[in-house]
C-alpha cells in the first residue's frame, strides 16, 4: 500500500460528506462563479488536509484512512459550533403562546430588484424562545408577539441584520431590506467561509 493510496483515500473520506449534501440538497450548487471559487478552494484544502493526516497518523489500511478523512473537516468544523455553544447557553423555558403576529420581509438589492432566493433567521435575542426559519425572503413568517433579532442571508449579497423587531398582536410587520451586492472578492471570501456558517447558524 502507497503514500499515494492513503493520501487520496483520506481525501476521498473527507469529500465524502459534501457529497452527500448536494444529494440531499438536491444538487444545489451556487450559479456564480466566485462563490464556487471559494467553495472549491476550501474543499481542497480540507481534502488535501484530510490526505495528510492520514499520511502522518501511519494508518494500516485504506478503511483506516478513509474514516481518519471523514473525521478531519467535521472535527475542523464542528470546533466554532461547539465554541458557539458554550459562550452562549440555551435556556429552555416553557411558556404559553396566547398571541400571534405576522412578519414579512421584502429584500431587495439596490437597483430595486426583488431578491427571492435567500433565507431569513428569526430569534428572541433573550434566547427564550426558539429560533424561526424561513425558507426564503418575501413570505410571510407567523410569530408569536414578541421582540426579535433578524438575519437576511442570499448569495452574493451582503448579509443584514435587524434588531429589535417589534412583532404585535394580530397585526403585520413588514420589513424592508436593501441588501449590498458583494464585490468578486467578497463573493469568494463568501464561498470559502459558507461550510462554516452552515454548521454555526
Given amino acids: 500500500m502507497s503514500k499515494w493510496q492513503i493520501f487520496f483515500t483520506g481525501a476521498i473520506g473527507a469529500f465524502a460528506p459534501q457529497i452527500l449534501r448536494w444529494y440531499s440538497q438536491g444538487g444545489e450548487i451556487s450559479r456564480d462563479p466566485m462563490i464556487l471559487a471559494g467553495q472549491l478552494v476550501i474543499t481542497l484544502l480540507f481534502v488535501g488536509l484530510a490526505g495528510y493526516v492520514a499520511l502522518i497518523w501511519k494508518v494500516r489500511?485504506?478503511?483506516?484512512?478513509?474514516?481518519?478523512?471523514?473525521?478531519?473537516?467535521?472535527?475542523?468544523?464542528?470546533?466554532?459550533?461547539?465554541?458557539g455553544s458554550i459562550i452562549k447557553p440555551s435556556q429552555a423555558v416553557a411558556?404559553?403562546?396566547?398571541?400571534?403576529?405576522?412578519?414579512?420581509?421584502?429584500?431587495?438589492?439596490?437597483?430595486?430588484?426583488?431578491?427571492?432566493?435567500?433565507?431569513?433567521s428569526v430569534s428572541d435575542p433573550r434566547g427564550l424562545k426558539a429560533a424561526y426559519y424561513s425558507g426564503s425572503p418575501n413570505k410571510s413568517l407567523t410569530l408569536a408577539a414578541g421582540t426579535y433579532?433578524?438575519?437576511?442571508?442570499?448569495?452574493?449579497?451582503?448579509?443584514?441584520?435587524?434588531?429589535?423587531?417589534?412583532?404585535?398582536?394580530?397585526?403585520?410587520?413588514?420589513?424592508?431590506?436593501?441588501?449590498?451586492?458583494?464585490?468578486?472578492?467578497?463573493?469568494?471570501?463568501?464561498?470559502?467561509?459558507?461550510?462554516?456558517?452552515?454548521?454555526?447558524?
Avoid: C, H, Y
Avoid at 396566547?98 to 431578491?115: F, H, I, K, Y
Avoid at 424592508?176 to 454555526?200: D, I, N, W
Fill in 95 to 120: 411558556e404559553e403562546v396566547t398571541a400571534v403576529g405576522q412578519l414579512l420581509v421584502r429584500a431587495r438589492s439596490e437597483d430595486g430588484a426583488a431578491v427571492t432566493q435567500g433565507t431569513i
Fill in 149 to 201: 433579532d433578524l438575519v437576511v442571508r442570499a448569495e452574493g449579497f451582503e448579509t443584514e441584520e435587524r434588531k429589535q423587531v417589534v412583532i404585535e398582536p394580530n397585526k403585520s410587520a413588514i420589513i424592508e431590506v436593501t441588501l449590498r451586492r458583494l464585490s468578486a472578492a467578497e463573493r469568494f471570501f463568501q464561498g470559502v467561509t459558507k461550510p462554516f456558517e452552515q454548521r454555526t447558524r
Fill in 61 to 83: 489500511d485504506l478503511k483506516e484512512a478513509f474514516f481518519v478523512g471523514l473525521g478531519v473537516p467535521a472535527i475542523i468544523l464542528s470546533s466554532g459550533s461547539d465554541l
